[in-house]
C-alpha cells in the first residue's frame, strides 16, 4: 500500500509539472509526500521530526522574501556576478536587438501551437499579386543568366533601366516617396522568383532593398534625409550601397578600424562647417562599382569634444554622395562568377558635415544597434527567398530531368540512389519554403525577429547548397558542363557566396543562434543578467530575487515534464487536435520542454565559459532551429488547407527534423560532466534513441511527387518562372516530361514489338518509322514518338564550344 500511495504521490507532482507550479508549492509537494511516507512506513519518529524540521526550515526561508533574499537571493546575485562572462558594448547591443517571436514559446518548454496557427495565412495584396504576375515575369524574361554572368559580366542596360523605371528599388519605400511599398511577404516573393531566373538579378534587386541606407533612413532618418533621399532610391535616381566590412574585419565588425574625427572644415562655398573627416578601406560592398550613394559604417571619434561628451563616440553610420572629394570607388571584385556588382571603396580624408549622419546628431553613437536592428529583418528576407528560388528551380528540373533521362532502359529516377537525391531536395525545398513564409509573417506583424532571422538565414543557405549539390548529382554530365543550357551549374558555383554574406554561417551556427538565442528567449536569463546591472542594489536583489526563484521553478518544471512526456512518447501532450498532424505537436512540444531543460544544464554546466564550447552552442542551436523549422512545416500544412497529397512532404521534413534534434541533444548529453549526463539522459531519453530518420517509403512517395506534374509538384515549386518556350532549357524540360508521360503507352507498344522480333532496326528514329510502317503504331503516335525523342535530345544534350575565352 505504501508503495502505491508513494507513486500516486509521484504521479500527481508530475501532473502539477505542466502547470509550472512554484518553488513554494514544489515544497509543499515534498511535505505531503514526507507525510504519507511516513504514516505508511516504520521511520522513527525522531527522524521523522529532523526531516519534518528541515523541511519546514527550508519552506520558512523560501516562503519568507526578507530570509529568502538574505540568505539565497544575495549570495547567488555575488556569484552570479562572478560567473558571468564579461560582454563588450557591441555584444550588449547584439543581445538587445531585435524583438522575441515564435522562438520565445520554443524556449518556454510548452509553446502555444494554437497562437502559431492563428498567425494570418501569407497572403499578397491585388497590387502586389499583379507586379508578381506582369513586371516580375517580363523581368525574367528578359534575363538571360548566360549572357550575364560569362559575356557582360553584368546586367544589360535595358534591364538596368527596367528594374529602375518599374520600381524594384523601392519595394520596402512608402508610396509617399513614390515607393512601391510592399509587405515583407511580397518582398520574398519577388526575390524568390527572380532568383530562378538569375541569382545575380536577384542580388541586384534585393541589395537596395536589404540592409543599406533606404532601410536605414526609413527607420532612422531624419524628414529631412528623407525628403531628399528615398524618392531618388525610390526612382532609380541614386544607387545606394552599404559598406560595414573591411580587411581587418569581417564577422567581428565591432572592430571596424575605419574613422571620423569630429572637426571643422570647409565644404563647398561654405566656411568652417561642423562635420566629420573620414578615412575608410572597405571591400565586398555590393553594387559598390555603380553606387551613387554610400552608407558607411565606422567609429567616431571627438577629440575636442566639439559635440560635448566622450572622446570615444562609438559606430556610427552616414551617407556619402559618391562624387565627394576624397571618395574611390568603382573597381570589382569577382565572387565565383557571379555577376552582380561588387566590389572595394576606399575614402582618404573624405569630409563631411555633421547632417550626414543617419538619423542627426541624436543617432551619433547608435549605428551598430541601428545595423543589428535593420539585420534581423533583412536576414529573414533576402537571402532565404533568394535560396528558396533557387532551391525550388532545382526540385522542378530534377523531378523532371530524373523522369526524362534514361538508362538501362529505364527513368533514373525509378533508381534507389536517385530516388534519395530527390527526396532530400524536395524534402529540404518544402521545409526552407516554408520557413521562408513564416519568417516573412514575423516582419509583417512588425517583429525585428533576430534570432529567427539567424536560424532561417543559416538553414536556407546551408539547405540551399545541399540541394543544389543534389540536384548536380542527379543530372549529372548535364550539370557539370556550363553554358546557355545549363540552369543549375551558376548556382552550384555561387552557392558559397550566400554561405558567407550576412554572417557567416560557421560563426551563425556555432555562436549567434543559441548564444543570443539563449538571452533573448529564455523567460528569466536576460531578466537575471539585467539585474547585475542595476546600481541600486535593493532594486537589483528584489529583480534578481522574481527571476531566480522564477528560474527554479521552470528549471524544476521542464525537467518532470521532460520525463513524463519522454516516458508517454508524448502522448499526454495537450495540442490542437489535428487528425493528420497532433502527434508531430506531441512530438515537438516533448522536445521543447527537453530543449528548455538542456538549456538550463549547459549554462550552468559551462556558465560564462559557453562561448568557448561552440560545439555545444552549436548542438544546442540546431536543436532550436529544427524545433523552429518544423513549426514552420506545420503551419504551412494547416495554411494550405491540409492537403492530403502533401503529407508525404510533411512527414518527411519534420520526421527529418524530429531525428536532427534527437541527434544533436545526444551529441550534447555525450559531452557533459558525467555527474550530469546519465540522469539528463534518463530525463530526456528514458528509453533511449528511438527516432530514425525518413524511412525509404518516404523516399520513394518524394520521389514520385517529384517526377510527375500534378498540383502536389506546382505547390511545391510555385512562384518560379517557368519559361514556355521549348528553344529555352527548362521550358523544353517541362515539355519533355508531359511528352514521356503521354508516350509511355506507345514506348510499351514499341518495346513489345522488339521482343517478338517484329522491330529490326536500333537507332530510335529508324525504329519508330518502321513500326508505323508495320502498323505497330499509327502515324499520330508516331509524330508523337518522334517529337519525344526530339524534346529528349535538346534536354540532355550540352553546350559546346569553338574556343573558351
Known amino acids: 500500500m505504501s508503495l502505491v500511495m508513494i507513486v500516486m504521490v509521484l504521479l500527481v507532482c508530475l501532473g502539477l509539472a505542466i502547470f509550472r507550479i512554484s518553488v513554494q508549492s514544489w515544497l509543499l509537494a515534498a511535505l505531503v509526500l514526507v507525510f504519507i511516507v511516513a504514516s505508511a512506513s516504520r521511520i522513527s519518529p525522531a527522524a521523522l521530526q529532523i526531516i519534518y524540521f528541515v523541511l519546514g526550515t527550508i519552506i520558512a526561508v523560501i516562503g519568507v522574501p526578507q530570509l529568502r533574499r538574505r540568505l539565497v537571493s544575495g549570495p547567488m546575485l555575488r556569484l552570479f556576478r562572478k560567473l558571468l562572462p564579461p560582454i563588450s558594448a557591441t555584444e550588449q547591443v547584439a543581445l538587445d536587438a531585435g524583438t522575441v517571436w515564435w522562438e520565445g514559446d520554443l524556449f518556454n518548454g510548452l509553446p502555444d501551437w494554437d497562437k502559431l496557427l492563428a498567425i494570418p495565412k501569407p497572403e499578397l495584396s491585388p497590387a502586389e499579386q499583379s507586379f508578381l504576375d506582369k513586371q516580375v515575369t517580363q523581368l525574367c524574361s528578359m534575363l538571360d543568366d548566360w549572357d550575364i554572368t560569362h559575356q557582360r559580366r553584368d546586367l544589360p542596360p535595358e534591364v538596368w533601366q527596367f528594374l529602375k ?82 580587411p581587418f574585419a569581417g564577422s567581428d565588425a565591432g572592430a571596424i578600424p575605419d574613422t571620423g574625427v569630429v572637426c571643422r572644415a570647409n565644404f563647398g562655398k561654405q566656411k568652417n562647417v561642423l562635420g566629420i573627416r573620414l578615412n575608410w578601406e572597405k571591400r565586398y560592398i555590393t553594387l559598390a562599382p555603380v553606387a551613387t550613394l554610400l552608407g558607411l559604417a565606422f567609429k567616431l571619434y571627438d577629440p575636442e569634444k566639439l559635440l560635448g561628451g566622450e572622446v570615444d563616440r562609438g559606430i556610427t553610420l552616414a551617407l556619402i554622395p559618391t562624387d565627394t572629394p576624397g571618395v574611390e570607388i568603382g573597381r570589382r571584385h569577382n565572387p565565383l ?160 557566396i550566400a554561405i558567407t554574406v550576412e554572417g557567416a554561417n560557421i560563426l551563425t551556427r556555432s555562436l549567434m543562434i543559441f548564444g543570443q538565442g539563449v538571452v533573448r528567449s529564455h523567460p528569466y536569463v536576460l531578466k537575471e543578467m539585467s539585474a547585475t546591472h542595476l546600481s541600486d542594489p535593493e532594486r537589483a536583489l528584489n529583480y534578481f530575487d522574481l527571476a531566480l526563484f522564477g528560474h527554479i521553478s521552470f528549471a524544476l518544471s521542464n525537467a518532470a515534464r521532460s520525463f513524463l512526456f519522454g516516458l508517454t512518447d508524448g502522448w499526454i501532450v495537450p495540442v490542437p487536435r489535428r487528425r493528420e498532424t497532433f502527434r508531430y505537436f506531441q512530438k515537438l512540444t516533448r522536445f521543447s520542454s527537453a530543449f528548455a531543460l538542456m538549456s538550463d544544464v549547459v549554462m550552468l554546466a559551462f556558465g560564462g565559459g559557453l562561448k568557448r564550447h561552440e560545439k555545444i552552442s552549436g548542438r544546442m542551436g540546431d536543436v532550436l532551429s529544427q524545433l523552429y523549422l518544423a513549426s514552420a512545416a506545420l503551419k504551412r500544412f494547416e495554411d494550405d488547407g491540409r492537403p492530403a497529397e502533401d503529407m508525404p512532404l510533411l512527414d518527411w521534413a519534420v520526421s527529418d527534423a524530429l531525428y536532427r534534434i534527437q541527434q544533436a541533444l545526444d551529441g550534447v548529453l555525450a559531452n557533459l560532466p558525467l555527474y550530469l549526463r546519465w540522469p539528463l539522459r534518463a530525463l530526456v531519453f528514458p528509453y533511449g534513441l528511438r527516432l530514425r530518420p525518413p524511412s525509404d517509403m518516404s523516399t520513394h512517395q518524394l520521389a514520385i511527387l517529384l517526377m510527375q506534374p500534378g498540383a502536389v509538384r506546382d505547390r511545391l515549386t510555385a512562384g518560379i518562372y517557368l519559361p514556355q518556350d521549348e528553344q529555352e532549357a527548362v521550358g523544353a524540360l517541362e515539355a519533355a516530361l ?3 508521360l503521354r508516350c509511355e503507352a506507345a514506348y510499351a507498344t514499341l518495346e513489345s514489338a522488339m521482343r517478338e522480333g517484329k522491330l529490326t532496326l536500333h537507332q530510335e528514329l529508324e525504329r519508330i518509322q518502321e513500326a508505323q510502317e508495320k502498323g505497330v503504331i499509327s502515324a499520330e503516335e508516331g509524330a508523337m514518338l518522334e517529337r519525344d525523342y526530339a524534346l529528349r535530345r535538346k534536354v540532355i544534350m550540352v553546350d559546346d564550344f569553338a574556343t573558351l575565352n
Open 337 to 496: 562568377d557571379a555577376a552582380f556588382l561588387n566590389g572595394p571603396t576606399v575614402g582618404r580624408d573624405v569630409f563631411i558635415p555633421l547632417e550626414q549622419v543617419i538619423g542627426g546628431v541624436d543617432r551619433v553613437g547608435q549605428g551598430w544597434r541601428m545595423l543589428m536592428e535593420c539585420l534581423a529583418a533583412g536576414r529573414a528576407i533576402s537571402l532565404p527567398a533568394s535560396a528558396t528560388g533557387g532551391m525550388k528551380l532545382a526540385a522542378r528540373t530534377s523531378g523532371a530531368y530524373a523522369r526524362v533521362r534514361k538508362q538501362f532502359k529505364l527513368p533514373i529516377g525509378k533508381f534507389e540512389g536517385i530516388e534519395e537525391a530527390l527526396a532530400r531536395i524536395a524534402g529540404h525545398t518544402y521545409m526552407i519554403d516554408s520557413a521562408r513564409q513564416l519568417t516573412a509573417s514575423a516582419v509583417d506583424l512588425g517583429e525585428k525577429p533576430s534570432v529567427v532571422s539567424a536560424i532561417v538565414k543559416y538553414h536556407a543557405t546551408e539547405r540551399g547548397r545541399s540541394v543544389i549539390n543534389d540536384a548536380m548529382d542527379v543530372h549529372g554530365g548535364k550539370g557539370i558542363c556550363l553554358g546557355p543550357n545549363n540552369y543549375l551549374g551558376r548556382s552550384y558555383q555561387q552557392a558559397p
Open 738 to 740: 508531359e511528352s514521356a
Open 165 to 246: 523605371d518599374q520600381g524594384f528599388f523601392s519595394l520596402i519605400i512608402p508610396k509617399e516617396y513614390g515607393g512601391l511599398q510592399f509587405s515583407a511577404q511580397a518582398h520574398s516573393a519577388i526575390i524568390a522568383k527572380v532568383a530562378s531566373r538569375s541569382w545575380s538579378a536577384a542580388v541586384t534587386v534585393m541589395v537596395p532593398n536589404s540592409l543599406g541606407p533606404a532601410e536605414l533612413l526609413l527607420h532612422y532618418g531624419t524628414d529631412e534625409q528623407k525628403q531628399k533621399y528615398l524618392r531618388r532610391l525610390a526612382t532609380g535616381k541614386e544607387i545606394p550601397c552599404f559598406a560595414l566590412t573591411g
